[in-house]
């Protein structure tokens, strides 16, 4: 009976830790050497390293994760892909676990990388899922210097989008990570994200002046569409541009909005085109070529009542 008890002791101990268990939480437990290799011998533990095993043939989603930290001792934190696998950006796909050391210890782990740092600021580390791991800001440096430059962007955009990290945290990386390998590839792209807030008005007049600038026909600003207010129209060609900013349009609520509005004009009759402040200041060609090329196309013209221009969204 005093060995059903441990037992359960132990199953609640791996329920919190996907199915992980220390050597050393199993002796709290009451299993001593002999009833742990017993365990063992009969498939109820499987032995993942030295003093870690996992309660059964599965482990949680996170169990080599977990395993890994064990293993590695006090003062250990996932890290790179690992840290990428925690926060659900992206799998490690087969690689070792990333695990940052505060110091290397002989003997090799296996299916773990370690990483020995002593440059961990305590704002570099959080815990998730019941493990240390680095916050993303401080990943993306780390996987800077073993990444393409390519990799790192989508990276970057993963964070961004899943609200993970801000261009303000990944500024502030760059500036204390000054000197570390990868920092300059990683300040090359933060740099670009640098967006300001701009108002309406200041889209407007940049939408324009591109316009104008390729010698393509004006569109109407400000005017209500389909019940809509769009920031251009193009009556004839029934093409409506809006200008969005990642400040504003990057939330789960803003995206859900302007599909919305997206799916409502192309319902009404409308061809949609979404544009980043971005695109109109560092892509104008591209923005010029796609504008002409969609209003170059051949559409069966249908007649357009005036509709009054309206301050209100």
Sequence with gaps: MAG????????????SQQGIVSASQLAAAGFGPNATGRRVAGGWLVRRHAGVYQLGVH???????????????????????????????????????????PRDFAGQLDGVRRHVTRWLAPGDVVERHGMPVTVP????????ARISQRELERLVEDTQVRRLTSVGELQAMVERGAGRRGVRKLRAIVEELD???FTRSEAERLLLATVRAANLPLPRTNVRVAGLEVDALWPEQRLVVEVDGFAVHGT???????????????????????????????E???????????????????????????SRR
């Design 4 to 15: 059903v008890q441990q037992e359960a002791v132990v199953a609640r101990i791996a329920r």
């Design 59 to 101: 482990c949680g989603p996170l169990g080599d994760e977990m395993a890994a930290l064990m293993a590695c001792g006090a003062g250990s934190v996932l890290g790179h892909w690992a840290s990428m696998a925690v926060f659900d950006v992206r799998g490690r796909e087969g690689r070792p676990v990333d695990v940052l050391v």
């Design 137 to 144: 800001a401080r990943t993306l440096l780390d996987l800077a």
């Design 195 to 197: 967006e300001p807030l």
């Design 252 to 282: 789960r609520v803003a995206f859900e909005r302007d599909r919305r509005r997206d799916a409502r004009l192309l319902l009404a009759g409308y061809r949609v085109i979404r544009l980043t402040w971005r695109q109109l200041t560092r």
């Design 284 to 310: 104008r060609s591209s923005v010029v070529g796609l504008l002409r090329s969609a209003l170059g196309t051949e559409t069966k013209i249908v007649p357009l009542r005036r509709e009054r221009s309206s």
